[in-house]
């Protein structure tokens, strides 16, 4: 892969795959080395995340198709291996701490399982990584919690300017639900899912 040729994105924005059980199988040792590979990158790449998670769950029966967006993933850190993220220093140590969440609902081929992810933005750099109505407002509110948390333990730190923190959502429905007090009453289901978590919230506190 030293000679491969690089690209600038991890994997295709509309890539779905499966077990693919028709498929060509592929050396297992060799895709689990590139999946424990990408892994470690994770902790301080976030951009590698997703295509890490997504081929993770087909270590056991790989097939070529899972084998091509892992490498699709390795042409991409060829391309990125000398970036990373920066964390700029002021003297008043100001930032805005800002959070990112979006969903894939029943994204998942094989068993149609729902995917979310969530990442901070504070200080240029991000800091933490993990649609229907209901699956994104229960995400937007799991993110929520982690914002109020991550918020305290950068308070504990002494960045106790924060500005209101804004969680960003690309679901227009969600943002008509938090909005509208009238329309809670209809999404009971959704409003005892987060009273458990503002409970835990303050169990912490």
Same mark, same amino acid.
């Given at each position: %892969?030293?000679?491969?040729?690089?690209?600038?994105?991890?994997?295709?924005?509309?890539?779905?795959?499966?077990?693919?059980?028709?498929?060509?199988?592929?050396?297992?040792? *060799? !895709?689990? $080395?590139?999946?424990?590979?990408?892994?470690?990158?994770?902790?301080?790449?976030?951009?590698?995340? !997703?295509?890490? #998670?997504?081929?993770?769950?087909? %270590?056991?029966?790989?097939?070529?198709?899972?084998? $091509?967006?892992?490498?699709?993933?390795? @042409?991409?850190?060829?391309?990125?291996?000398?970036?990373?993220?920066?964390? $700029? @220093?002021?003297?008043?140590?100001?930032?805005?701490?800002? /959070?990112?969440?979006?969903?894939?609902?029943?994204?998942? %081929?094989?068993? @149609? @399982?729902?995917? #979310?992810?969530?990442? !901070?933005?504070?200080? /240029?750099?991000?800091?933490?990584?993990?649609?229907?109505?209901?699956?994104?407002?229960?995400?937007?509110? !799991?993110?929520?919690?982690?914002?109020?948390?991550?918020? +305290?333990?950068?308070?504990?730190?002494?960045?106790?300017?924060?500005?209101?923190?804004?969680?960003?959502?690309?679901?227009? #429905?969600?943002?008509? *639900? /938090?909005?509208?007090?009238?329309?809670?009453?209809?999404?009971?289901?959704?409003?005892? +899912?987060?009273?458990?978590?503002?409970?835990?919230?303050?169990?912490?506190?």
């Amino acid at each position: %892969m030293m000679e491969c040729n690089s690209v600038n994105n991890p994997i295709a924005q509309v890539v779905k795959i499966d077990k693919d059980p028709q498929g060509n199988a592929v050396d297992e040792t *060799l !895709f689990k $080395q590139i999946v424990g590979n990408l892994m470690y990158l994770t902790a301080t790449r976030p951009d590698l995340m !997703f295509v890490t #998670s997504l081929i993770s769950g087909y %270590m056991a029966k790989p097939t070529e198709v899972h084998m $091509q967006v892992a490498k699709k993933a390795l @042409r991409y850190v060829k391309l990125t291996a000398q970036l990373g993220i920066h964390y $700029q @220093r002021t003297a008043e140590m100001k930032g805005e701490l800002m /959070s990112y969440t979006n969903s894939d609902y029943v994204g998942d %081929m094989d068993d @149609r @399982r729902s995917t #979310s992810g969530y990442v !901070f933005i504070f200080s /240029s750099g991000a800091i933490v990584t993990l649609s229907t109505t209901e699956a994104e407002f229960v995400a937007a509110a !799991f993110y929520t919690y982690q914002t109020i948390w991550i918020k +305290r333990v950068l308070e504990d730190l002494g960045y106790n300017k924060l500005n209101c923190i804004g969680i960003k959502c690309d679901n227009i #429905s969600t943002i008509k *639900l /938090s909005k509208n007090p009238v329309m809670h009453g209809r999404s009971k289901h959704i409003n005892v +899912r987060t009273m458990l978590g503002l409970k835990n919230i303050t169990e912490l506190n």
